[in-house]
């Protein structure tokens, strides 16, 4: 079953007087991007939890957030203010600004949390970092999967729904076709005024016309990507990007068949295929 891009994940434990929290919030994006909030003397993971994040993560903006409390209350221990290299980096923001007439804001020099150093060292095993954003990231994915079966259903009712208008479709330009040869016969001949022409080349010129007026090879190829959404859809493998790529071509294949079509009814029912189309594709967009 497809999974949803967006979810969220929360685990947390205590191992020996430290409770530590991850949270994991995934979000729609073209490609895979992490981004960590870690305290500082957990950054030495981060590779590690990106590793396993690559393992069930495609697609999606990852965000990770990581928390260290003492079992006293205190938050990745009391932190205390780094005076000597607070005052070193404004003074050189300083002398920047007053030597260049540059405004340079201490931030771009550098992230805050580097001048906070705490008083009382965290002491947290990796393993059990590391444990809990596994139980994070397995709520994540849970939540995952559960809106892709969501997503799931609703793509696949309106498959069905545009299986049904199409099917009208060939019905009603099957019954004009046997009268539509006629109908530019009787034109070309209006248009020539009785001037004397072949009677073959009247013939020939009408089923040229109607013969550009079918939209049977249109309605095919329709069907087929239908079917191949529903298989997407039903499978196990990334769909978002196949999905969206099928969607621009059955958009594209009702568009021939409006621009070819004159009947009324027939673009009417163009209307409502592109309409639950766009829906689908709106849906898509949040597929991995």
């Not at 729904?161 to 209006?190: C, F, G, H, P, T």
């Not at 990007?241 to 009702?254: A, G, M, P, T, Y």
């Not at 592109?274 to 949040?286: C, R, S, T």
Request: glycine fraction near 4%; hydrophobic fraction near 35%.
């Amino acid at each position: 079953m497809i999974r949803s891009m967006t979810g969220f994940g929360s685990a947390s434990v205590t191992d020996g007087g430290v409770t530590v929290s991850v949270e994991i919030r995934s979000l729609n994006n073209r490609f895979l991007d992490f981004r960590f909030r870690l305290p500082k003397q957990l950054e030495g993971l981060e590779d590690q939890m990106n590793s396993r994040l690559r393992q069930s993560c495609d697609r999606g903006r990852i965000t990770v957030a990581v928390s260290l409390e003492l079992s006293n209350g205190s938050a990745n221990g009391t932190p205390k203010l780094d005076r000597e290299r607070f005052e070193s980096y404004k003074d050189l923001t300083d002398q920047i600004s007053r030597e260049y007439s540059f405004d340079l804001k201490l931030t771009d020099l550098m992230d805050m949390r580097d001048l906070l150093v705490s008083q009382e060292p965290v002491e947290i095993s990796d393993d059990a970092v590391l444990s809990v954003l596994d139980d994070a990231l397995s709520q994540l994915n849970e939540m995952r999967e559960k809106e892709g079966g969501t997503l799931a259903t609703d793509i696949q009712s309106r498959v069905a729904k545009m299986d049904k208008i199409l099917e009208k479709v060939r019905q009603m330009v099957e019954k004009n076709s046997k009268n539509l040869n006629q109908k530019y016969r009787e034109k070309i001949e209006a248009l020539l005024n009785s001037a004397s022409v072949d009677e073959s080349r009247i013939t020939m010129e009408a089923a040229v016309l109607a013969e550009k007026a079918d939209v049977t090879e249109e309605c095919v190829r329709c069907a087929s990507h239908f079917e191949q959404i529903r298989n997407l859809v039903e499978g196990d493998e990334p769909a978002g990007k196949r999905l969206n790529f099928l969607l621009q071509e059955v958009v594209r294949e009702i568009n021939t068949i409006g621009s070819k079509s004159a009947d009324l009814s027939v673009i009417n029912y163009v209307v409502d295929l592109k309409e639950e189309a766009e829906k689908i594709k709106e849906q898509a967009q949040n597929i991995l």
